[in-house]
């Protein structure tokens, strides 16, 4: 027989289980009202929440893409100066170091030969010179033929000629400077001899530097001659200068592929100390396009093959079919479809579409 006890705490705990369940469903009913009542996407009649998005304002930007390269400063222009003539060296007037103008006098050899030949040829021009004036009287006067005057002019002709010879051979002792510059290399000491063609000094022009990269020949149609060029030299980190490209090479090495590109130092380079040898961070703008309309790569959708974005206008989405042009890192070019200073979603567009509503809670910059 049933326990009366028993009976009436069975009915107490099933009473308190009740109690609990519809407190427990009293709670989420308020808490709930709570989220509805605070809810700032939500519609004040009820309706559809906006959205929470990013976007970004359409603004012109700068994708031009920067080619980085390196060269090592050089001379636009230097010379190997060579002797002339087989001769020992009887003086050298420079050092490596010494800056020369165009004439001046470098190297001289000993010539001492030439010039005894070329005092002998001289006195030959002289005596031919009086035969020919004696022959030329005499023949106004009628008294030598025109034959002999003839032959008096030839030979003072062939003495004539026979003077420059020796007089070129004499100047050929001299090596002088064939242009303003530096002298950068010196071969020869007084007393040595050398042999025509060797190569004595080396001279360089440093009012003109230049950079001579390489650049690939994908990328050197879009460089143009005068273009503008920003560098900067290692051994000079504090300063930067702009150098301007002089000239492009006609061909492309058949083993890299590169094409040679002559970049020009401003002249103030060489004024502040930049030297042949240096290194020089070249940047360098291809495909310019300074002033494109551009969207976050990922804010472009794709439907077979239009693409298309979302545009915000008065907190709906308003998707919009786009022409797009290059991508550079983060930003796609719009080249048609969009205007300056519309606001466009700034995220993946798959999820969303046509008149949802939105509120703006980040943009991109």
Known sequence: MPNIQDGLFARSASATRRAGVALAFALVLSLTACGNGNDAGANDEGGEAATPVAAVELQPRDLSRELMVSARVEPRAWVRLAARTDGVV???????????????TLIELDVAEERAELARAEAHVEEARLEYARSAEL????????????????????????????????????????????????????????AARDTLLELVDTTTLVLRPGVSELDVRDLVVG????????????????????RIFPAASPDSQQVTV????????????????????????????????????????????????????????????????VTRGPWTEITDGLADGEIVLATNPIDMREGQRVRIVGWRG
């Open 90 to 104: 009887e003086a050298v007037h420079v050092e490596e170091g010494d800056r020369v103008e165009q004439g001046d």
């Open 227 to 246: 273009q503008d060029v920003p560098i900067r030299l290692d051994a000079f980190p504090d300063a930067d200068y702009v150098a301007k490209i002089r």
């Open 139 to 194: 023949r106004d006067e009628g008294i030598a033929s025109r034959a002999s005057y003839e032959r008096a002019r030839a030979v003072l002709r062939s003495a004539e000629s026979e003077r420059s010879l020796w007089q070129a051979r004499v100047d050929y002792g001299t090596l002088a400077a064939s242009r303003d510059g530096v002298i950068t290399e010196r071969m020869v000491e007084p007393g040595e001899a050398v």
């Open 262 to 325: 002559e970049v020009a130092l401003p002249a103030e380079a060489a004024v502040n100390g930049v030297r042949p040898g240096n290194l020089a961070r070249i940047r360098m703008t291809v495909d310019e396009r300074p002033d494109a309309l551009a969207v976050p790569a990922a804010a472009i959708g794709e439907d077979g093959d239009q693409r298309y974005v979302y545009v915000v206008v008065d907190e709906q989405l308003e998707r919009r079919s786009v022409e797009t042009g």
